[in-house]
């Protein structure tokens, strides 16, 4: 069949500016993800939170996706209405969510308020991050689709790799800046403040971007007249759904993706407490190693995602980012190792598998997976991921609790356990041999199927 190429999709420049973009939009979404990480203290100093309330407060952000279903609602709405509108909507929900988030912890009026028992303040500002977690979910499928819309059968996996090294870079901006702008304007509540203006001029940027979407498909429809050759895009059935779980190479990358994420994600949020009982490290710098990691995936991601372009094996670079994490956890579960160079040498190799494994997954989704239940599939790995984010760190507090207590030590005059950290690495090598496994099935099957996976994305 003869191929339409003369479309607006066919122009660098603008598929290009299109990423840099829905890019730019999700950046600012996941600022304000990580901006409350680094303000607990203050929090707990300036508006007398308490380390149960702070943990109601984050994990807030999944409620109504995991519970009520609203991520996958979202990429039906996405395959259903299509990019622009369930953007727009995304892009809304984001900056409402953050705007009740930021009056709960800068207004006086929640004062001594209690809303089912609990400090208001903190339900009302947790309610707002369970809305702003809707928005940013939904936003992240869609800018995953959109980026298939424009390089399908290009530089797929680089704009994908980009995109995710430009939302890391949100991330680290974050965890970089919160305390200082917190510090310069003498309020907890100024970093949200920030986060809502760049989430209002990220929702005008992604309005922006629905006028080049608009075109887009005008110039589809317009090839399409002249040439006498129509893409046909079918519609959306809920009873599609049916088609995407039935999929083996869809289970297989979901369930590859929950247990990649939950090693390393789960990992990063007990990583310093790591470096200190295990590598001697000080605290007031234990952060700075497993910082590492973030900013050598920007980088690494569209390197990878190039690779996988040009060169394929998108198969085989997931079984290699599997086998990465296999070897970070295990070195860090040997009492003997507790050097710091060696916790910063196995920081870095777990940043190459951290971007190995996504700049692969995610832009394989599409050749499993057809174009018009793009939306409900990557939602639906993203639900199946966020049970892992969320069960797993809780796992991992309970051992550590339960079994791995080996002392006290004195921090500035108080006393804190200290941990022996060998069980829970080696749960964290368990899930990594689990990640291998599914990817060594994954690559069976697209031999049987031929997905695919192991040929490059660009089309000559």
Known sequence: METITNTLRDSKTARWAALAIVSFTMLCGYYLTDVMAPLKPMLE?????????????????????????????????????????????????????TAIKYWAISTHSLDGVKILGMNGQVVIAALGFAIFGVGVEVAGITVSKIIVKWFKGKELALAMGLEMATARLGTALALSTSVPIAAAFGKVSAPV??????????????????????????????????SGVTEVEETFR??????????????????????????VFPFLKYAA?????????????????????????ILLTPLFGNVYDRKGKGATIMIIGAILLILVHTLFSIPVLSQTPVAIFLIVVLGIGFSLVPSAMWPSVPKIIPEKQLGTAYAMIFWVQNWGLMG???????????????????VDGVQVSSYNYTLPMIIFTGFGIL??????????????????????????
Do not use: H, Q
């Open 45 to 97: 100093k300036e508006l007398l939170w308490n380390s149960a309330e702070y943990g109601f407060f984050t994990s807030a952000y999944g409620w109504f996706n995991v519970f009520l279903l609203m991520l996958i609602l979202g990429g039906i709405m996405l395959d259903k209405m299509g990019v622009r509108f369930t953007g727009k909507m995304a892009t809304i929900t984001m900056v409402a969510g």
């Open 193 to 226: 403040l920030v986060c809502l203006i760049m989430l209002c001029i990220g929702m005008i940027a992604f309005f922006i971007y629905t006028i080049m979407d608009n075109k887009l498909d005008r110039s589809v429809a317009a090839e399409a007249g002249r």
């Open 238 to 263: 809920v009873a599609d759904i049916w088609y995407i779980v039935k999929n083996k190479g869809w289970w297989y990358i979901a369930i590859l993706c929950v247990l990649f994420y939950s090693s």
């Open 273 to 297: 407490d790591l470096m200190v009982n295990k590598f001697g490290v000080d605290e007031s710098v234990a952060g700075i190693i497993p910082g590492l990691l973030p900013f050598g995936t």
């Open 392 to 410: 797993v760190p809780a796992l991992i507090g309970w051992v550590l609790n339960k079994y791995c207590i080996v002392g006290t030590r004195l």
């Open 435 to 460: 990640a291998l496994v599914f990817a060594l099935l994954l690559k069976a099957e697209d031999k049987k199927k031929g997905y695919g996976l192991e040929l490059p994305n660009i089309k000559k």
